[in-house]
C-alpha cells in the first residue's frame, strides 16, 4: 500500500510498505481521509526521535473497516467511522475515570501513543488501529469532513467543557487562532453556550472565515489586542479565552484579559511562556481566580459528542482536499498560513 511516511527528522516520502498486520484487538481500517495537524508540521520542522523505522504520519483518521481481528466484539467489516487518537492503557486511575487523554501511562508530561505520532498513523490506504478507539459516524457524514473532527473538533471540545463553568449566557470567550482548531472551536461555542465570542487571527482571510463559523466580533491580533478585549467588556476581561496559538504574544494576550476567576486554556504549542506570578492586587498579570490549564486532546466521550454535533450540521469542518501524494503540497500550504480551515489527504 502507499503511505506518506517520515524516514528522517524532516523528511516526508510516498513509500509502498506492506499492509499493516492486525493484533488480536485491533482493526484494519481502509482509509476514506486524513486531516493535517499543525502538530504534523511540527514534528516535520523538528529533529523528531524516530524509532528505527519510517513513521507512517496522521492522526486525523476516518474510513471503513476492512477487517476485524478475532478477540474484538461488535464490530463489522464495512462500519465507517473516525479514530479517537488517545491510545490510553485503559488501566490507569486517570483513564478509569474516563480522562484518556492524561492516562498516567504515559509520563508526567508525555502524551498517551497517538497514531502517526509513534505507532503508524492514518496518511496512508490501510492503519491497523486498536478497536476501542474505533468511533462510528453517520452515513451522512463523508470521510473528508470527519477526519478533523479527531483532533480540530476533539481538542476544543475538551478544552471548552473544562471551561463550562465560565460560559454562562452572556460571557466572553475568545478563541485565538483560527486555522484548523480555531475555526471549529467557534462553531463549538457557537453550538454548545450563549456566549459572545471573539475571533482573534493575525490573518484577514481567517478572521472571514471565523465570521462565516459564527464568530460575533472579529481582531486582527496586534499590539491592542488586550485592551480591545478589556474594553469589549467592560474592563472585565473574558470569561474565557481558548489559546490554539501558544506563542508569547497570544498566551500574554490570555493571561492580560482573562476576567477573574476565568478560564485560560492553552491548546496550542508555541512555547509560550505564560509567566504566572503570585504578586499583589493591581498588578499586570493574573487575576484573583482565574486557572490555566495545558489542555491536550480530549477524552473519548468529547469525540463521540462532537461526531453528534457534526451528525446535526453544527459543527462542519471546512476542508482543503489533495491526493495523499501531494501531501508536501499541503504541508507547504499550513505552513504559510494559507490553508483555510483544515487540510485533508484522500489516499
Ligand atoms: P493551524 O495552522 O491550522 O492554525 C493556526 C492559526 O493561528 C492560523 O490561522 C494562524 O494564522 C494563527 N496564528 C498564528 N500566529 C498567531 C498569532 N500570533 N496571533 C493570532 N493568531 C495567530 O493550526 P491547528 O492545526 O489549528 O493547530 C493549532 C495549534 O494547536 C498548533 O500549535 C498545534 O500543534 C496545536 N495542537 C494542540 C493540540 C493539543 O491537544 N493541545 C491538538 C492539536 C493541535
Ligand atoms: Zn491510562
Not at 492522526?59 to 464495512?78: C, F, L, N, W
Not at 460571557?171 to 471573539?198: C, P, S
Not at 487575576?287 to 461526531?307: F, H, M, N, Q
Request: charged letters at 20%; hydrophobic letters at 45%; glycine letters at 12%.
Amino acid at each position: 500500500m502507499r503511505a506518506m511516511q517520515l524516514t528522517a527528522p524532516g523528511t516526508l516520502e510516498l513509500r509502498t510498505v506492506p499492509v499493516p498486520e492486525l493484533g488480536p484487538d485491533d482493526l484494519l481500517l481502509r482509509v476514506g481521509a486524513a486531516g493535517i495537524c499543525h502538530s504534523d508540521s511540527y514534528v516535520l520542522s523538528v529533529p523528531f526521535p524516530m524509532s528505527e523505522k519510517p513513521l507512517t504520519l496522521g492522526h486525523e483518521i476516518a474510513g471503513t473497516i476492512e477487517s476485524v481481528g478475532p478477540a474484538v466484539d461488535g464490530r463489522q467489516v464495512g462500519e465507517r467511522g473516525i479514530v479517537y487518537l488517545c491510545w490510553s492503557c485503559g488501566e490507569c486511575r486517570e483513564c478509569l475515570r474516563g480522562n484518556e487523554n492524561v492516562c498516567l501511562a504515559a509520563g508526567r508530561t508525555a502524551m498517551p501513543p497517538c497514531p502517526g505520532l509513534g505507532p503508524d498513523g492514518g496518511m496512508a490506504e490501510y492503519v491497523r488501529i486498536p478497536a476501542r478507539s474505533f468511533v462510528p459516524i453517520a452515513d451522512e457524514l463523508d470521510f473528508v469532513h470527519a477526519a478533523p473532527l479527531a483532533d480540530a473538533a476533539l481538542t476544543p471540545m475538551h478544552a471548552i467543557r473544562g471551561a463550562m463553568d465560565q460560559l454562562w449566557p452572556g460571557a466572553t470567550a475568545v478563541a485565538i487562532g483560527i486555522g484548523g482548531l480555531g475555526h471549529i472551536a467557534i462553531q463549538l461555542l457557537k453550538a454548545l453556550t450563549e456566549t459572545t465570542v471573539i475571533a482573534v487571527d493575525v490573518d484577514a482571510a481567517k478572521l472571514a472565515l471565523a465570521t462565516e463559523c459564527g464568530a460575533d466580533i472579529v481582531l486582527k491580533a496586534d499590539e491592542n489586542t488586550t485592551a480591545t478585549i478589556l474594553e469589549l467588556t467592560g474592563g472585565r476581561g473574558a470569561e474565557a479565552i481558548f489559546d490554539f496559538v501558544g506563542a508569547d504574544p497570544t498566551v500574554k494576550v490570555a493571561v492580560e484579559a482573562i476576567a477573574p476567576n476565568g478560564a485560560v486554556r492553552l491548546v496550542g504549542i508555541g512555547g509560550g511562556a505564560t509567566g504566572i506570578d503570585s504578586g499583589p492586587a493591581g498588578g499586570p498579570g493574573l487575576p484573583w481566580g482565574a486557572t490555566v490549564r495545558k489542555s491536550y486532546g480530549g477524552t473519548r466521550s468529547d469525540l463521540v459528542d462532537a461526531v453528534a454535533l457534526a451528525a446535526e450540521g453544527k459543527v462542519r469542518a471546512q476542508v482543503e482536499r489533495f491526493d495523499l501524494a501531494d501531501a508536501r503540497t499541503a504541508f507547504d500550504r499550513l505552513d504559510s498560513g494559507a490553508v483555510r480551515g483544515r487540510a485533508v489527504l484522500i489516499p
